[in-house]
């Protein structure tokens, strides 16, 4: 019995990638038995955190960094400091933000429901371009540059950018104006690592915060990420997370590599970030799993992940009505993309989708509305190794030769 039938809930086999709905991405054994050697003794999270700060600097090639619980917390973080930097008097007042700078610029067509985490720091987003009403109603015209510049005013506290494919202007474009105004730019990519460069290309681009979740591809715990940057908003974001009761202001002794404390008028006290916290456990789990990740080990793993796929491909070649192909997935994992022609193989990608689900074991397959209205089936494989690769190729082929 597994530890989770234990309490009464069924394992699910996860082929719909690092989808944080699904549990993410399955943690490597270094990371795990780095988290239960943490877990047996106590230190100082500030401490822990500046520790942290010079391992996540020396990958990223930001000033500093920390480690979060999850990127959206990041973004929640990274908002914050970007409103209120080193004034305590405006952290212990969040989400309160009346009379100070709150406005985050972002182009429309980058909007969508994980900005929630902006929002949740008290901030309003400013949406720039001109969204269309036609068909597909995703459409959006063109963001221009100056469509980024004339939104800005006295009350721009930041301008966010999410660096998916085909986003626009160009996010060179958008720091480039940023830096003109002296107003952060915050880059959630939370999905865009691997590949490795990703890690330090936002950094050296000039981005003043990055957002990076570490239960993806870097295969950290599921509530980890990491928040890296600028030095001054990282000990701002840092100091809206810790747990600040205890120690009187005077008898505090922050890391002064991350928290100048003489530009501080006081302590702050459980800020914006306080149900945000990171685990030590997290920290160090996260720390090792970035520092396991090499591009060397990456490329055997998606190899693996390759060939894998190829015996799934292989168990369904000869069915009617489909058509297969290898693609880059998520994280920089491959995937497999099987097209079903509904009237040949008498069935929808909906269908199959569902069979799968139901079935036993229960297999969760990428089902996001965008694939499976074209008749597409994805399986990723950032999660799996040769018992699921058999298991998902014997259903799939069950459940599309039928």
Known sequence: MSIYERFGVKPIINVAGPATRYGGALMEREALEAMD??????????????????????????????????????????????????????????????????????PWHQICGYDHAIRAAGARIIGVGIPNDTTPPQEVNTTSRWDIESAIGSNTAAIAYAPRPGSHPPL???????????????????????????????????????????????????????LCGRRDLIGSAL?????????????????????????????????????????????IGLLVALQNLT???????????????????????????????????????????????????????YDVALNLRDGDPSIYIENRDRYLQKGLVVVHSINMDEDVARIVGDRLHATMSA
């Not at 619980?69 to 212990?92: E, H, P, R």
């Not at 000039?206 to 295969?219: N, T």
């Open 37 to 106: 050697e943490a877990a047996r003794e106590s230190v100082r999270l500030d401490e822990l955190e500046a520790a942290a700060s010079k391992v996540i600097a020396e990958v990223t090639h930001a000033e500093a960094g920390i480690v979060t619980a999850g990127a959206s917390a990041a973004l929640t973080l990274g908002t914050a400091a970007s409103m209120v930097g080193f004034d305590v008097a405006k952290m212990n007042r969040l989400p309160d933000t009346t009379g100070m700078p709150n406005e985050v610029i972002m």
């Open 172 to 226: 060179e474009e958008v720091v480039e104006i940023a830096k003109r105004y002296n107003i952060p730019v915050i880059v959630d990519a939370a999905a865009e690592v691997p590949p490795m460069e990703n890690l330090h290309r936002f950094s050296d681009m000039g981005v003043d915060l990055v957002c990076i979740s570490g239960g993806k591809g870097i295969r950290g715990p599921q509530a980890s990420g990491i």
């Open 239 to 283: 100091l809206q997370m810790l747990d600040m009761a205890g120690e009187s202001f005077n008898e505090w002794h922050p890391p002064a590599s991350l928290i100048p404390k003489e530009k501080l008028s006081g302590k702050p006290e459980h800020g914006i970030g306080r149900g945000m916290k990171a685990s030590k456990e997290a920290i």
């Open 295 to 349: 591009e060397e080990k990456h490329a055997q793993k998606t190899e693996y992940s390759k060939q894998s796929l190829e015996g799934i491909q292989a168990r369904l070649k000869g069915i009617a009505g489909l058509e297969i192909e290898m693609a880059e997935g998520i994280c920089g994992y491959p995937m497999l993309k099987v097209k079903i022609d509904e009237i040949i193989a008498g069935q929808s990608a």
